[in-house]
Each structure stands twice: as C-alpha cells, then as structure tokens.
C-alpha cells in the first residue's frame, strides 16, 4: 500500500550490469562415462545487495567418453534456494550452460564454464525512500536473466 491507503501496481524492466560471486560445493555420481549428476550448495548473489544459499541439482553430459582427455560439457541446472535477509523468501533458479574441461592429473581438472541464468526471486520494496514491511505488500517477483562465466575444480 501507498501512503495514502491504496494499492500500487508497478511493473518495470531494465537491462543493468553488475557483478556477482558464487561459491558452491557440488558432490556428484558418475552415471555413466558421459553423465554426470550432481547436488551443489553454497553462497550465491541474485542482485545488487541480495544473496542467498541455493540447492541445485545438475546434469552434466560429458562429450567424449575418455575422462583422461580434455572435453567439451553441457549442463542443466535448477534449484531453489533461501535469501540471506531477515526475510528468508524463497528463489527458484536454473541455468543452461556448456564448457571445456582440461584433465589436469588423474584425480584433477580444471572446467571453464558459460551459462545462461535466470532466477526468480523477491527483492526489497522501497517507496518514497523507505521500505515497505513484507506483510504489507501482496505480491513482489523480480526475474533476473544473466550470464554468468565460471571456472571449477574437480576432484
């Protein structure tokens, strides 16, 4: 609600750069020589002062069946997570990606990875430069779509 007691709706969309970081762990299971299925968690950020600790589940497919090769991969990610704020709202998040992974030793490589991201979460309500309590507002989605550009060790 406004000051004045009634409803606001406002919809807006913007195209913005900003940076983020994103620190997970991702234990998985060898399925086959070409699958690979994952769970990760971790710290994560959404947008500009908004985190959250995401689960996902990733399947990766691997494009040669020779893990002692360099090789091409291609991965579905989705999750849910939970913001880092005081109101602990709930994110949905997914991401479609592909990279290259270079065999470093028998138990190590090193992957380079590029995905596009969307997610789906509930930022801060600021009107007239204060913000609105969270009981006080109906309904407040922001989907961000991004790129996102990564590098990850496994072992």
Same mark, same amino acid.
């Given at each position: 609600? #406004?000051? @004045?007691?009634?409803?606001? !709706? ?15 762990? $991702? ?6 020589? $070409?699958?690979?299925?994952? #769970?990760? &968690?971790?710290? *994560?950020?959404? !947008?500009?002062?908004? %985190? #959250?600790?995401?689960? %996902?589940?990733? /399947?990766? !497919?691997?494009?040669?069946? +020779?893990? =002692? +090769?360099?090789?091409?991969? /291609? ?7 939970? !913001?880092?704020?005081? =109101?602990?709202? /709930?994110?949905? $998040? ?17 992957? &380079?990875?590029?995905?596009? $991201?969307? %997610?789906?979460?509930?930022? @801060?309500?600021?009107?007239?430069? @204060? ?7 109906? +309904?407040?989605? /922001? ?10 060790? *496994?072992?």
């Amino acid at each position: 609600y #406004a000051p @004045e007691g009634y409803r606001i !709706h406002r919809s807006s969309s913007e195209l913005d750069y900003f940076t983020n970081a994103e620190v997970m762990v $991702r234990p998985g299971i060898n399925l086959t020589p $070409r699958w690979n299925l994952s #769970a990760g &968690f971790g710290v *994560t950020g959404v !947008h500009r002062k908004y %985190t #959250a600790i995401p689960i %996902t589940l990733r /399947a990766t !497919h691997y494009f040669s069946s +020779k893990p =002692d +090769k360099d090789r091409f991969l /291609a991965y579905l990610d989705c999750g849910f997570g939970i !913001h880092t704020g005081a =109101d602990r709202r /709930a994110i949905f $998040r997914g991401a479609v990606g592909g990279g290259y992974q270079l065999y470093l030793s028998r138990h190590f490589r090193l992957g &380079f990875l590029l995905s596009i $991201r969307s %997610t789906l979460f509930h930022p @801060e309500v600021v009107l007239y430069g @204060e913000s609105i309590a969270p009981g006080d507002i109906n +309904k407040n989605d /922001a989907l961000s779509t991004s790129v996102s550009i990564g590098m990850n060790l *496994t072992f």
